[in-house]
């Protein structure tokens, strides 16, 4: 058979409609991110146990959350160059397997040190997992339908909240809290088998790194069983560049701006979506909400925010995604303001903590799209996982803002203000990046109702 022309495999994918083996690959990524929120959720449950067996006290445990929060950072902001470098199924199973491995020594903990040094490490898996299956997700997809579904695939972490919160709830009080950190890691450790046999390397690394016509051939072949490519001379990717990726490449070819803006969103949204999940419940305790109703209103939160998560991927897909980022992230930040405002009066904290659940979800699921889409693929790993390690910064920052403020006497619903003021920072960024200058993305998206 005569050789054709190169083909764009960025093209040809974009000229298709998306699949069964494409599904797959967004099931197995999005079930990456279930197991990712499940992790998170578990030290919060495990707490009092572990506090009660390691006579640790209550105030210490803002270091095990921070340590966490900083491995967190630290695995998205060095897994994914080295992601770009070795390839993104290569370190998404090796962070998958390091968080599970560090969740089942959690379970080992003997001393306060240990406890630090095993969350600490399952959190620099969790960092790595993240950048490396968006990355996937988002190249197996036509591109108007990137941010979409990588919004969708991040439904998985309120939804992990949601399955772990609920699973601790049973398995805590019957077998201890060692049993949530057993279940929490074999599960992702044996998922490491299922990801090992069923999801493809990604097809710009396998491009631009190996170059293997043949390894190339067979991918798409599995992924497109209806199309014949052995005819095909040689395959390209858009937007791979030959060059190395290292952190300085988010800031060329006109990318600076838009890269430090999307570090600002990143920083804020995160700050106030883990201060909610962390500190609401003592704030609303300071304010005569017991725990039972506390626990309600974030219920009320992880189920607003699976929902969010998922509108994210239809709306970005109709409208402008940074239109859609800002009216989100403002209407998320007066929502979470009313919480403050109305408290100790439950229907409008439980209303304030599902509407801010329902449009920080969407904020966030799609800011994460945003960095999927705004980046070319050589550094799309890079860039996500900068942008995300930022988060992840305002993610370990907020806690510690917040016993601060307490500890100068503020009062709880001036610190819902203040922290809605911070989000509003966040939407502000957004819009900013509508303006040109700031990267081409707005250009392949359509334009928004609202403007």
Same mark, same amino acid.
């Given at each position: ?8 495999? %960025? ?43 390691? +006579?640790?006290? /209550? ?18 902001? #060095? ?19 390091? &968080?599970?491995? $560090? ?8 001393? $306060? ?43 998985? #972490? ?15 009080? %019957? $077998? ?31 491009? +631009?790194?190996?170059? =293997? ?5 067979? /991918? ?12 095909? =001379? ?17 800031? @060329?070819?006109?990318? %600076? ?12 949204? &995160?700050?106030?979506?883990?201060? @909610? ?42 409208? +402008? ?20 405002? /109305?408290?100790?009066?439950?229907? !409008?904290? #439980?209303?304030?903590?599902?509407? $801010? ?45 917040? !016993?601060?403020?307490?500890? +100068? ?7 819902? /203000? ?5 989000? !509003? ?27």
């Amino acid at each position: 058979m005569e050789k054709t022309q190169a083909l764009d495999i %960025a093209d040809f994918i974009s000229a298709q409609a998306i699949g069964r083996r494409q599904w797959l690959v967004i099931a197995l990524c999005a079930a990456v991110a279930v197991l990712d929120g499940m992790d998170v959720q578990s030290i919060g449950l495990a707490a009092a146990g572990i506090g009660a067996d390691l +006579h640790i006290a /209550t105030s210490s445990f803002g270091a095990v959350f921070s340590a966490a929060l900083a491995g967190l950072a630290l695995g998205a902001l #060095f897994l994914g160059p080295i992601a770009d470098r070795i390839g993104r199924k290569q370190v998404l199973l090796g962070s998958t397997f390091t &968080f599970g491995l $560090f969740t089942l020594a959690t379970a080992t903990s003997q001393t $306060f040190s240990q406890l630090l040094a095993f969350r600490f490490l399952a959190g620099v898996g969790l960092g790595g997992a993240m950048p490396s299956f968006i990355a996937i997700a988002s190249e197996y997809v036509p591109a108007r339908h990137r941010a979409s579904i990588v919004s969708l695939v991040w439904v998985g #972490f309120p939804l992990g909240g949601v399955v772990g919160g609920l699973l601790g709830g049973q398995i805590i009080p %019957a $077998f201890g809290w060692h049993s949530i950190f057993w279940v929490g890691g074999i599960l992702p450790i044996a998922f490491v088998f299922v990801l090992a046999a069923l999801m493809p390397e990604s097809l710009a690394w396998l491009v +631009h790194n190996q170059g =293997r016509s043949d390894k190339i051939a067979s /991918t798409l072949t599995w992924m497109f069983p209806g199309h014949d490519f052995k005819g095909t =001379r040689s395959y390209e990717y858009s937007g791979v560049e030959s060059h190395s990726k290292s952190v300085a490449e988010l800031f @060329n070819n006109g990318r %600076a701006g838009g890269t430090l803006l999307l570090w600002v969103a990143f920083f804020f949204v &995160f700050m106030i979506l883990v201060v @909610n999940s962390s500190w609401t419940p003592l704030l609303l305790k300071s304010l005569d909400i017991s725990v039972q109703q506390s626990s309600l209103a974030m219920a009320a939160y992880n189920f607003g925010s699976i929902v969010g998560s998922a509108a994210a991927g239809y709306l970005m897909a109709r409208y +402008h995604i940074k239109s859609v980022l800002f009216i989100s992230i403002v209407a998320g930040a007066i929502a979470y303001a009313v919480v403050g405002w /109305t408290a100790p009066a439950l229907a !409008g904290i #439980f209303a304030g903590e599902a509407l $801010f659940g329902l449009l920080m979800g969407c904020g966030s699921a799609g800011l994460i799209g945003l960095g999927a889409v705004f980046y070319p693929s050589a550094v799309r790993s890079t860039g996500v996982g900068w942008a995300t390690a930022a988060g992840r910064i305002g993610s370990f920052c907020g806690p510690l803002l917040i !016993g601060a403020l307490l500890s +100068h006497g503020l009062s709880p619903s001036t610190i819902f /203000t203040l922290l809605a003021l911070g989000a !509003g920072i966040s939407a502000v960024a957004c819009l900013i990046l509508r303006f040109p200058g700031y990267g081409d993305e707005g250009q392949k998206q359509k334009p928004a109702l609202a403007g």
